[in-house]
């Protein structure tokens, strides 16, 4: 289900969709929205994705655009200055084509924007559990996953002694923030994406035992496949921030996704 809704996102001509979200962390509670625009397949895909949180005294803002060329990825995180990363994207594709990868011009995976967020979330968990449910009256498959086994112990070093106990690492034992379970829903007759959940403990650490729950909610509406989109919308205008290239670190920590 999960890798069938991939594909559908993938290997459209276009998508365009809205966010909702909400996210918990320590004390606070941000909510925000967002939208992304995607066009075009392989080498000719394009993509915009845009997302503001906000609280009651801080915002925080994204902007991640993929001309084709290069991948812009802004940031605005509350009072700090904003930072602009750039990644070009051929020499991605480059890497791509010397790892093997069966499609080197499947690169959005690395980049930025929906690709990146769901298929990570597909590499890091492992999806076991499917069951009915709805999201606002619409009939969806509701996936669960947990982490794949042996990887916390590499994202989070300080945890290996936990991993050893005969009960391994628990879910009080990661950092606040960090999740423990990744749902997704999954709309049951067009397999499109609805709804992404991250749960945990949320609170300052040490916190007691008590059943994870949503720490991070997205909503996706008013999807659209295959319709119009406005190429502007792929035009990065660059910012005023000090550019910083990152292209080097990201083919250096490049691996393949699983098929």
């Keep these: 289900i999960v890798a069938s809704s991939l594909a559908k996102i993938s290997r459209a001509e276009s ?3 809205r966010l909702r979200q909400r996210v918990r962390l320590g004390d606070r509670v941000l909510v925000g929205a967002g939208r992304y625009l995607q066009a075009g397949r392989g080498e000719d895909q394009r993509f915009r994705f845009e997302s503001r949180l906000t609280c009651d005294t801080e915002s925080f803002e994204m902007t ?3 001309d084709g060329l290069y991948c812009w990825l802004h940031r605005r995180i509350g009072p700090d200055p904003a930072t602009l990363h750039r990644i070009d994207i051929r020499r991605v594709r480059g890497r791509l084509a010397e790892l093997g990868a069966a499609d080197p011009a499947d690169t959005a995976p690395f980049l930025g924007g929906m690709q990146k967020i769901l ?7 492992r999806f076991t559990t499917a069951t009915a449910g709805e999201v606002e009256g619409e009939p969806v498959w509701v996936v669960t996953g947990d ?5 916390l112990p590499i994202l989070l070093p300080e945890l290996a002694a936990a991993a050893k106990r005969p009960e391994g690492i628990r879910p009080e034992d990661l950092p606040d923030g960090f999740p423990w379970v990744t749902r997704l829903s999954v709309g049951r007759g067009d397999l499109v994406i609805r709804r992404l959940e991250f749960l945990a403990i949320p609170g300052l650490r040490p916190v007691a035992a008590t059943p994870p729950e949503p720490i991070v909610v997205i909503d996706f509406y008013e999807t659209v496949l295959d319709g119009p989109v406005d190429a502007t919308a792929f035009y990065y205008q660059t910012a005023s921030e000090e550019l910083v290239d990152i292209t080097e670190h990201v083919v250096k ?4 996704m699983r098929p």
């Design 64 to 66: 991640e655009v993929g």
């Design 147 to 151: 982490w794949q086994p042996g990887l």
């Design 253 to 256: 920590t490049m691996g393949l």
């Design 15 to 17: 998508v365009s969709m």
């Design 119 to 125: 298929w990570w979330a597909r590499q890091w968990f």
